[in-house]
């Protein structure tokens, strides 16, 4: 089993930048595709992107983070991170990391949040306008 520890949030002004990351503890990293997804005060749990595991790098994201926000791995350091540029105040929401098993050599990348079995705890990114 894997282990998800979130780190990085913060307040930020809005046209500022922000790079969350993920440290994975237990488990082979690179036999898991990783995601970040958000939740908002008084929404639901949505994603924002993912990456294929082993050395595919594929990559999907949520249409409202397209051109601002890139996902990437090192699985060395067992880390997935987010780089967040052009923040807006609606991007405001605790961030979590999630992690689904895929085996090796699988370039799939999971988009719903059911498909995920691991979470972290979250971290918290405040964007002011």
């Known amino acids: 089993q894997v282990q998800l520890v979130e780190s990085g949030g913060g307040l930020v002004q809005a046209g500022g930048s922000l790079r969350v990351s993920c440290a994975a503890s237990?488990?082979?990293?690179?036999?898991?595709?990783m995601g970040w997804f958000r939740r908002a005060p008084g929404k639901e749990r949505e994603f924002v992107a993912a990456i294929s595991g082993s050395g595919f790098g594929r990559t999907s994201y949520a249409e409202f983070v397209k051109g601002r926000f890139t996902i990437s791995r090192d699985n060395a350091k067992k880390t997935v991170y987010l780089q967040m540029d052009s923040l807006k105040p609606e991007d405001t929401a605790v961030y979590y990391c999630a992690a689904r098993s895929v085996g090796f050599h699988n370039s799939y990348v999971p988009r719903g949040r059911d498909e995920y079995g691991y979470w972290g705890q979250g971290t918290q990114v405040t964007v002011s306008s």
């Open positions: 237990g488990g082979t990293f690179s036999t898991y595709a």
